[in-house]
Protein backbone atom coordinates (compact mmCIF):
# COMPACT_ATOMS: atom_id res chain seq x y z
CA UNK A 1 0.00 0.00 0.00
CA UNK A 2 1.33 3.55 -1.08
CA UNK A 3 1.93 6.23 1.90
CA UNK A 4 1.24 8.77 -1.02
CA UNK A 5 -2.25 9.46 -2.41
CA UNK A 6 -3.44 12.50 -4.90
CA UNK A 7 -5.35 15.36 -3.04
CA UNK A 8 -8.62 15.43 -5.13
CA UNK A 9 -8.57 19.51 -4.82
CA UNK A 10 -4.83 20.37 -5.47
CA UNK A 11 -3.80 17.18 -7.98
CA UNK A 12 -0.23 16.93 -5.99
CA UNK A 13 0.36 14.11 -3.58
CA UNK A 14 -0.28 14.00 0.37
CA UNK A 15 0.71 11.30 3.32
CA UNK A 16 -1.75 8.57 3.92
CA UNK A 17 -1.61 8.63 7.49
CA UNK A 18 -2.90 5.07 7.96
CA UNK A 19 -1.54 3.45 4.86
CA UNK A 20 2.01 5.60 6.73
CA UNK A 21 1.05 3.74 10.05
CA UNK A 22 0.84 0.26 8.23
CA UNK A 23 4.08 1.06 6.34
CA UNK A 24 5.93 1.59 9.41
CA UNK A 25 4.14 -0.87 11.24
CA UNK A 26 5.60 -3.31 8.25
CA UNK A 27 9.12 -2.02 8.40
CA UNK A 28 8.80 -2.49 12.21
CA UNK A 29 7.90 -5.81 12.17
CA UNK A 30 10.16 -6.87 9.59
CA UNK A 31 13.35 -5.10 11.80
CA UNK A 32 12.03 -6.98 14.84
CA UNK A 33 12.29 -10.11 13.11
CA UNK A 34 15.62 -9.63 11.56
CA UNK A 35 17.01 -7.98 15.34
CA UNK A 36 14.96 -11.70 16.87
CA UNK A 37 17.23 -13.80 14.42
CA UNK A 38 20.74 -12.11 15.25
CA UNK A 39 19.93 -12.30 18.66
CA UNK A 40 19.45 -15.97 18.47
CA UNK A 41 22.64 -16.17 16.34
CA UNK A 42 24.65 -15.13 18.70
CA UNK A 43 22.95 -16.49 21.79
CA UNK A 44 24.14 -19.80 19.56
CA UNK A 45 27.81 -18.54 18.86
CA UNK A 46 28.09 -17.60 22.71
CA UNK A 47 27.03 -21.10 23.65
CA UNK A 48 29.61 -23.03 21.02
CA UNK A 49 32.17 -20.94 22.38
CA UNK A 50 31.06 -21.49 26.27
CA UNK A 51 28.51 -24.41 26.40
CA UNK A 52 28.24 -24.26 29.89
CA UNK A 53 28.82 -21.90 33.33
CA UNK A 54 32.09 -21.49 34.25
CA UNK A 55 33.92 -22.81 31.26
CA UNK A 56 35.17 -19.62 30.05
CA UNK A 57 35.15 -15.93 32.54
CA UNK A 58 36.92 -13.12 31.10
CA UNK A 59 38.57 -10.80 33.27
CA UNK A 60 39.23 -6.73 32.63
CA UNK A 61 40.95 -4.66 34.48
CA UNK A 62 40.62 -0.88 34.70
CA UNK A 63 42.09 2.23 36.95
CA UNK A 64 40.23 4.70 38.02
CA UNK A 65 41.44 8.60 37.30
CA UNK A 66 41.34 9.59 40.79
CA UNK A 67 42.70 13.67 41.16
CA UNK A 68 41.77 13.83 45.19
CA UNK A 69 44.97 11.72 46.01
CA UNK A 70 48.15 9.86 44.87
CA UNK A 71 46.57 6.49 44.70
CA UNK A 72 44.75 4.99 41.50
CA UNK A 73 41.71 2.77 42.54
CA UNK A 74 41.80 -0.36 40.24
CA UNK A 75 38.30 -1.75 39.62
CA UNK A 76 38.30 -5.66 38.39
CA UNK A 77 35.50 -7.57 36.65
CA UNK A 78 34.96 -10.86 35.76
CA UNK A 79 31.86 -12.03 33.49
CA UNK A 80 30.66 -15.21 32.16
CA UNK A 81 30.76 -15.78 28.98
CA UNK A 82 27.96 -18.37 28.88
CA UNK A 83 25.68 -16.57 31.28
CA UNK A 84 27.36 -12.87 31.34
CA UNK A 85 27.01 -13.52 34.90
CA UNK A 86 29.21 -10.90 36.50
CA UNK A 87 31.35 -10.08 39.83
CA UNK A 88 33.70 -7.28 40.24
CA UNK A 89 35.50 -5.71 43.18
CA UNK A 90 37.81 -2.44 44.03
CA UNK A 91 40.71 -1.81 45.57
CA UNK A 92 42.91 0.92 46.16
CA UNK A 93 45.97 -0.23 44.02
CA UNK A 94 46.73 -2.11 40.97
CA UNK A 95 49.21 -5.19 42.27
CA UNK A 96 49.99 -8.69 41.54
CA UNK A 97 48.58 -9.29 44.76
CA UNK A 98 45.45 -7.63 44.52
CA UNK A 99 44.68 -9.50 41.54
CA UNK A 100 45.47 -12.46 42.92
CA UNK A 101 43.03 -11.59 45.86
CA UNK A 102 40.60 -10.99 43.34
CA UNK A 103 40.89 -14.21 41.62
CA UNK A 104 39.70 -16.06 44.94
CA UNK A 105 36.92 -13.41 44.64
CA UNK A 106 36.17 -15.02 41.66
CA UNK A 107 36.45 -18.83 42.79
CA UNK A 108 34.69 -18.49 46.09
CA UNK A 109 32.20 -15.86 44.37
CA UNK A 110 30.36 -17.03 41.04
CA UNK A 111 27.73 -19.81 42.09
CA UNK A 112 29.12 -22.26 39.75
CA UNK A 113 32.79 -23.58 39.18
CA UNK A 114 35.13 -21.30 37.14
CA UNK A 115 37.09 -23.51 34.65
CA UNK A 116 38.95 -20.85 32.40
CA UNK A 117 39.90 -17.50 32.70
CA UNK A 118 41.02 -15.02 30.10
CA UNK A 119 42.99 -11.96 30.32
CA UNK A 120 44.57 -9.61 28.17
CA UNK A 121 47.97 -9.82 28.17
CA UNK A 122 49.19 -6.74 30.86
CA UNK A 123 50.33 -6.35 34.10
CA UNK A 124 49.47 -7.68 36.36
CA UNK A 125 48.26 -10.45 34.41
CA UNK A 126 51.10 -10.85 32.45
CA UNK A 127 54.98 -10.50 32.99
CA UNK A 128 58.12 -12.37 32.08
CA UNK A 129 58.72 -15.79 32.92
CA UNK A 130 61.53 -16.78 35.25
CA UNK A 131 63.65 -19.40 33.90
CA UNK A 132 61.12 -22.75 32.77
CA UNK A 133 58.60 -21.38 35.29
CA UNK A 134 55.12 -19.86 33.68
CA UNK A 135 53.87 -16.73 34.15
CA UNK A 136 53.46 -15.60 37.77
CA UNK A 137 49.63 -14.88 37.53
CA UNK A 138 49.06 -18.62 35.33
CA UNK A 139 50.93 -19.95 37.99
CA UNK A 140 48.74 -18.90 40.50
CA UNK A 141 45.35 -19.69 38.81
CA UNK A 142 46.44 -23.60 37.54
CA UNK A 143 47.50 -23.49 41.72
CA UNK A 144 43.46 -22.74 41.70
CA UNK A 145 42.58 -25.64 39.39
CA UNK A 146 41.93 -23.05 36.96
CA UNK A 147 43.16 -22.38 33.29
CA UNK A 148 44.53 -19.31 32.31
CA UNK A 149 45.37 -17.56 28.96
CA UNK A 150 46.18 -14.73 27.28
CA UNK A 151 44.31 -12.11 24.30
CA UNK A 152 47.30 -11.73 22.63
CA UNK A 153 45.27 -9.21 20.44
CA UNK A 154 42.33 -7.75 21.53
CA UNK A 155 41.22 -6.28 17.78
CA UNK A 156 40.94 -9.63 17.10
CA UNK A 157 38.97 -11.14 19.44
CA UNK A 158 35.59 -10.01 18.73
CA UNK A 159 33.94 -11.57 21.43
CA UNK A 160 36.25 -9.98 24.71
CA UNK A 161 35.58 -6.66 22.83
CA UNK A 162 31.59 -6.77 23.23
CA UNK A 163 31.91 -8.77 26.25
CA UNK A 164 34.23 -6.04 28.16
CA UNK A 165 31.60 -2.98 27.78
CA UNK A 166 29.29 -4.54 29.31
CA UNK A 167 31.33 -4.55 32.78
CA UNK A 168 31.48 -2.01 35.32
CA UNK A 169 35.14 -1.93 34.66
CA UNK A 170 34.67 -1.30 31.14
CA UNK A 171 31.39 0.61 31.11
CA UNK A 172 31.28 2.91 34.09
CA UNK A 173 35.27 2.88 35.24
CA UNK A 174 35.62 6.35 33.68
CA UNK A 175 32.23 8.01 35.32
CA UNK A 176 32.89 6.47 39.19
CA UNK A 177 32.69 8.84 41.49
CA UNK A 178 36.03 8.82 43.60
CA UNK A 179 35.32 12.15 45.85
CA UNK A 180 33.06 9.29 48.21
CA UNK A 181 34.29 5.67 48.77
CA UNK A 182 30.92 5.08 50.11
CA UNK A 183 29.47 5.96 46.66
CA UNK A 184 31.67 4.40 44.62
CA UNK A 185 31.38 0.73 46.40
CA UNK A 186 27.31 1.66 46.23
CA UNK A 187 27.61 2.29 42.71
CA UNK A 188 29.31 -0.85 42.13
CA UNK A 189 26.58 -2.77 43.88
CA UNK A 190 23.50 -1.29 42.28
CA UNK A 191 25.20 -1.90 39.32
CA UNK A 192 26.01 -5.34 39.70
CA UNK A 193 22.03 -6.22 41.28
CA UNK A 194 21.10 -4.87 38.02
CA UNK A 195 22.97 -6.61 35.48
CA UNK A 196 22.83 -9.70 36.92
CA UNK A 197 18.89 -10.15 37.57
CA UNK A 198 17.42 -7.30 35.90
CA UNK A 199 19.45 -6.60 32.44
CA UNK A 200 17.83 -8.13 29.45
CA UNK A 201 21.14 -8.41 26.84
CA UNK A 202 20.55 -9.33 23.19
CA UNK A 203 23.96 -11.43 22.95
CA UNK A 204 21.49 -13.94 25.65
CA UNK A 205 19.00 -13.74 22.93
CA UNK A 206 16.70 -10.88 25.19
CA UNK A 207 17.57 -12.72 28.50
CA UNK A 208 19.17 -11.39 31.28
CA UNK A 209 22.01 -13.27 33.03
CA UNK A 210 20.13 -14.60 35.71
CA UNK A 211 17.38 -15.96 33.46
CA UNK A 212 20.28 -17.66 31.23
CA UNK A 213 21.55 -19.43 34.30
CA UNK A 214 18.33 -20.83 35.13
CA UNK A 215 18.40 -22.53 32.05
CA UNK A 216 20.90 -24.47 33.69
CA UNK A 217 18.88 -27.85 36.07
CA UNK A 218 21.22 -27.01 39.08
CA UNK A 219 20.57 -23.88 39.05
CA UNK A 220 16.55 -23.30 38.53
CA UNK A 221 15.54 -22.34 41.78
CA UNK A 222 17.74 -19.26 42.15
CA UNK A 223 15.62 -16.21 42.08
CA UNK A 224 18.35 -13.44 42.56
CA UNK A 225 22.03 -13.12 42.87
CA UNK A 226 24.30 -10.97 44.65
CA UNK A 227 28.33 -11.88 44.57
CA UNK A 228 28.63 -10.02 47.80
CA UNK A 229 28.00 -12.01 51.10
CA UNK A 230 28.82 -8.52 53.09
CA UNK A 231 29.21 -4.91 52.22
CA UNK A 232 32.14 -4.54 50.52
CA UNK A 233 35.04 -2.28 50.48
CA UNK A 234 38.48 -0.94 48.86
CA UNK A 235 40.82 -3.83 49.53
Not at 118 to 139: I, K, M, N, S
Not at 221 to 233: E, H, K, N, T
Request: aromatic share 10%; with cysteine; proline share 5%.
Amino acid sequence: MSALRKSTESGLEAVDAAALTDTARGLWSDLSQAGLKHMRRMALAIDEIAPLPGSLVYIVGRQLPNHQSQLTPVVFSALDVNTHLQIAQLYLTLTFASVVDFLDFVRDNFPFRVCHVRTLGEFPFFGLPVGERRHEFTQMAEDRGIQHTIISNPSREALYTVLSKLTFAGNLANSANLQSERQLVRDLVNFLFFHNNHRSLPSLAGRTPLQKLRTFRNYNILYSFDPFASVPRLM
